[in-house]
């Protein structure tokens, strides 16, 4: 049964880091590309980041780019979202999502974790 | 960025009843329309991908139509495990985006 648990999620000041960290199990991690969408509470859902199964495309919503990053580590079956600089409007739910495509990214997700609560606050 | 736009925000329907969310994209997407269902405390799961493939282990109860920019998703007799809220989202062009969702309450 494949299965994505999101942890990592917490109380941040703005201005300061959070990792979060997907373990995947019950599928071939290295086979898939991958995805972080978040929502924020009681709103609805906006795509952060993807990365193919090999690391080798990366991409990044606009409102994120240049503070978050986005990795893997294919031997750990894990999936990674370094946030830097965080701001107010970054607190959300943050979902792993595997893309229903191998090879290339379909940009549309079959399976989901529950999430992640991040808030940022002073 | 391509806007999504989902209407009704909330409906009330009873068990049994047809049920019809529409939603329509702010440009031609062609087919690249997919609808998820999400409950309270979860992430979304995938219905409908495509417009109208059935993703699946999807009950058939669930269905999906339209092209271009219009959008439907029909559920043909609503059941108790139904009630939830459901969203569309464009998988057209990065960076892709999701309707604001519909929440589907008991009547």
């Known amino acids: 049964e494949v299965e994505l648990v999101e942890f990592g999620g917490g109380l941040a000041q703005p201005g300061r880091s959070l990792r979060l960290s997907c373990a995947a199990s019950g599928f071939t991690f290295d086979d898939y590309g991958m995805h972080w969408v978040r929502q924020v509470p009681g709103k609805g859902l906006e795509w952060v980041s993807s990365?193919?199964?090999?690391?080798?495309?990366?991409d990044y919503a606009d409102s994120v780019k240049g503070r978050f990053t986005i990795s893997r580590d294919n031997a750990k079956n894990s999936l990674y979202l370094q946030m830097n600089s965080l701001r107010a409007e970054d607190t959300a739910f943050y979902y792993c999502a595997r893309d229903i495509n191998g090879a290339a990214a379909a940009y549309y997700f079959d399976y989901w974790g529950r999430g992640t609560l991040v808030t940022v606050s002073s | 960025d391509i806007q999504m736009t989902q209407s009704p925000s909330s409906l009330s329907a009873s068990v049994g009843d047809r049920v019809t969310i529409t939603c329509r994209a702010s440009?031609?997407?062609?087919?690249?329309l997919n609808w998820y269902q999400q409950k309270l405390g979860n992430g979304p799961k995938l219905l409908i991908y495509g417009a109208s493939s059935l993703q699946s282990g999807v009950p058939s109860r669930f269905s999906g139509s339209g092209s271009g920019a219009d959008f439907t998703l029909t559920i043909s007799s609503l059941q108790p495990e139904d009630f939830a809220t459901y969203y569309c989202q464009q998988s057209y062009r990065t960076p892709v985006t999701f309707g604001q969702g519909t929440k589907v309450e008991i009547k």
């Open positions: 990365i193919s199964w090999n690391s080798g495309s990366i």
């Open positions: 440009q031609s997407i062609s087919t690249y």
